[in-house]
């Protein structure tokens, strides 16, 4: 089970944890983000980014603040303040649909049991719910809050708090009432550990991860159970379990930290590895087991078929899925994409198949840039098509990644601009 997570296969251990880390030199020709510039704004660690829109963003973390920028200049535009203790998550919620204000709004959850919900065009606080607790208690988190959000359809939220889930609703004001309301409408105890991964897979499914290895594949319209995967770290009895076991000693060195997809291919961040799941082939085609030192904490697409992780290591790096030789092979085990309907089940997928067809991938990611900068564990990146790329650390600081071609263009565009309008540009005669 999931065997293209702990190693392609049935492969020797030693082979498994030699796999060396790329680097890359100084002469990063592919890397465009040669320019960066460093935002000052937070006292402790910053755990958290969302984009606003196509030039703003927000950042929070353990200082109880949420700051907005501007991801063109990195001007600070706004500071709200309302909790007391860290954050634990963050997400942007649309305007309602029978609310007459059109602006945006942000939903924040912190460690002093409160939700607030900001009008991020304004920094108003509009509400604020401290009603939010889990009722089980759990062996591993003492004070549990709420440690991650999503929004789901009809105007709801999820909140990942301890081993539960809680369904709440936004109602904007009415007529009737001028004040805002969350209303708590279900919680859902199907975990049997905290959960620690809380994602929107597409407009009908969220899926959640908890710290032992279950899975959960939830209906975003009736919130239950599509399906379920229970210690996919700890593989069920079979031909190679011995091997899968010793592969799977440390549970953290498997565990998936974060997804990101598109139509082809699903991208997993795997303990400290980089895995590429293509749909249509039902197997992974790529893979950096080393990706990074450390665990690879946040990944995303970038266009032209790259890819952008960051790491407790405190690294930001860029990769490519090139394409190599291709080789005839079977498909692998498709583990638990099977659970998020990603094709039918192969039951001829759990045979043991040649070590050859097994390790055989028909595309590489191969390191094209590595960005330095941060002096501590990055926790998470925005990226933005026209203003780089944006990164926050446990070192206090955000940094705003510029392409270095673009911006030096446009300084120049700016120059020209001021000439003109001084009288000072003129062609000699």
């Known amino acids: 089970m999931l065997r293209w997570l702990i190693g392609g296969g049935r492969e020797p251990q030693g082979l498994a944890e030699k796999s060396p880390l790329q680097t890359i030199g100084e002469e990063q020709t592919q890397n465009p983000y040669t320019e960066l510039l460093v935002l000052k704004a937070h006292h402790d660690i910053v755990r958290f980014l969302v984009q606003l829109d196509e030039y703003r963003f927000a950042s929070a973390g353990d200082d109880g603040i949420v700051v907005v920028w501007n991801a063109q200049t990195g001007e600070k535009l706004l500071e709200l303040n309302g909790h007391t203790q860290k954050i634990t998550a963050i997400i942007t919620f649309p305007s309602l649909e029978d609310f007459e204000e059109k602006n945006q ?33 759990t062996s591993h988190l003492s004070d549990t809050g709420i440690s991650a959000l999503i929004e789901i359809p ?12 809680i369904i709440f609703r936004l109602v904007a004001p009415t007529g009737e009432s001028l004040e805002w309301d969350i209303l708590e409408m279900k919680r859902l105890l199907d975990h049997q550990d905290n959960i620690l991964s809380l994602v929107n897979v597409n407009d009908a499914s969220f899926v959640t991860g908890s710290h032992v290895g279950e899975m959960i594949l939830w209906n975003t319209l009736d919130w239950t159970v599509q399906a379920r995967e229970c210690n996919f770290w700890d593989p069920s009895p079979q031909l190679d379990t011995q091997q899968e076991i010793k592969l799977c000693q440390k549970p953290n060195d498997i565990s998936i930290h974060h997804f990101t997809w598109d139509e082809e291919n699903v991208f997993a ?39 952008i992780s960051c790491s407790e290591d405190g690294s930001v790096r860029i990769w490519e899925l090139r394409e190599k030789q291709q080789l005839a092979a079977e498909p692998a085990p498709t583990g638990f994409f099977n659970m998020w309907g990603f094709g039918r089940v192969n039951k001829q997928a759990s045979h043991p198949v040649k070590k050859q067809q097994e390790n055989a991938t028909p595309c590489s990611l191969e390191l094209i840039g590595d ?5 501590s564990s990055v926790e998470m990146f925005l990226y933005f098509e026209d203003h780089g790329l944006v990164t926050c650390s446990a070192d206090h600081l955000i940094i705003l990644w510029k392409n270095g071609e673009r911006e030096s263009g446009l300084r120049s565009l700016k120059l020209f601009q001021k000439l003109e309008e001084n009288g000072d540009l003129y062609l000699p005669v």
Request: charged content about 20%; some cysteine; proline content about 1%.
């Open 154 to 165: 009809k105007n709801c939220v999820v909140a990942a708090v301890g081993k539960e889930l």
């Open 105 to 137: 709004l942000l939903l924040t959850a912190s460690a002093d049991r409160t939700v607030i919900v900001w009008d991020c065009g304004t920094g108003r606080q509009v509400r604020k719910v401290s009603s939010f607790q889990s009722t089980v208690k």
């Open 371 to 375: 960005l330095i900068g941060h002096s």
């Open 269 to 307: 961040a795997v303990g400290r590895g980089l895995y590429v799941y293509n749909l249509q082939m039902k197997r992974v085609i790529a893979c950096q087991k080393t990706a990074h030192d450390s665990s690879v904490l946040h990944i995303a697409r970038l266009p032209n078929r790259q890819l």
